[in-house]
């Protein structure tokens, strides 16, 4: 099974994002705005309780933190993706840490950059243009993560939630 | 904040559904395949953890349960949906009758169809057809329902799951 974790932001957020995303996102329709904190990974279906478990565990190491939305920004050249930049935390990249090392380990040479998408798959006029409007514009978002999903991918490319994580008060 | 409550099948079961829900139900984008235990429900925000205190009891009374596919069905003519009928079982009766009472009480003259829609807002002519074949189909499925989840709505229509409930080995 394919399997994904990834924090969903407040109502709040989730809606001011999916009014770019609509227009600029073609993962729109396929799983609400999220901060993805784990990539695809393949998981057999007989050993999601164990990773569950592993992941409830790691849940109870950290305490919930604030998450900060300062601009938009991109990954250009690297790709034309547009996205809400969330400023990195300790707690923030501790959670990431740990979600790509020991059972989790993963080979990737991608830096942590903690941000919610809301803009892929434009043409560079479309990017340049758009990129262009929304890097000027301020934005500012703060609220506390206080969990994070456990998420398994369909046929489709949707994503289904299947297990919801507490930060810190979690009984392992 | 709209919130429902529902129970997502296996991912065998939700491909399944999605081949249909595809051509065929218009909330395709909005959620995955599911079954409602209850519809729209307004949560004010600071009351979203005492509800999730509630649901949290509600799952621990509950043992994990059969889900019983058998066959497609039709709520015609009262509606066009066509749907997965899921087997009425005690567990899964008495779980939608915690859910509408109580704390969760409130007016509904619906009788309790457990379901798993795979179409809707088909012309009459497109219901017929559509529905005179699937109702020949034979169709099995199994499984065991060991969790549900809450999900709130964001303002484009579609769900984001907020927390996992346990059945049977809940903490309270």
């Not at 992941?55 to 950290?62: D, G, N, R, S």
């Not at 939305?69 to 501790?94: C, D, G, R, W």
């Not at 830096?111 to 243009?129: C, K, M, Q």
């Not at 506390?144 to 930060?167: C, I, K, M, P």
């Amino acid at each position: 099974m394919k399997c994904g974790i990834a924090i969903f932001p407040s109502k709040k957020i989730q809606d001011f994002a999916n009014s770019y995303r609509k227009r600029y996102d073609t993962h729109y329709s396929l799983i609400p705005p999220h901060l993805t904190l784990k990539n695809t990974f393949e998981v057999e279906e007989d050993q999601i309780e164990s990773v569950v478990k592993e992941l409830h565990k790691i849940a109870a190491e950290i305490e919930p933190f604030p998450l900060r939305i300062t601009k938009f920004s991109s990954f250009y050249p690297a790709s034309n993706i547009i996205y809400l930049k969330v400023e990195p935390n300790e707690s923030l990249t501790t959670l990431y840490n740990k979600l790509h090392s020991g059972p989790f380990q993963e080979q990737t040479e991608d830096a942590f950059v903690p941000h919610i998408t809301i803009g892929r798959d434009l043409s560079n006029d479309e990017f340049s243009d758009v990129y262009g409007q929304l890097k000027m514009q301020k934005v500012h978002f703060e609220e506390t993560v206080d969990r994070f999903h456990l998420l398994y991918q369909l046929e489709n490319g949707s994503w289904t939630a299947y297990e919801t994580f507490h930060l810190g008060k979690e009984q392992g």
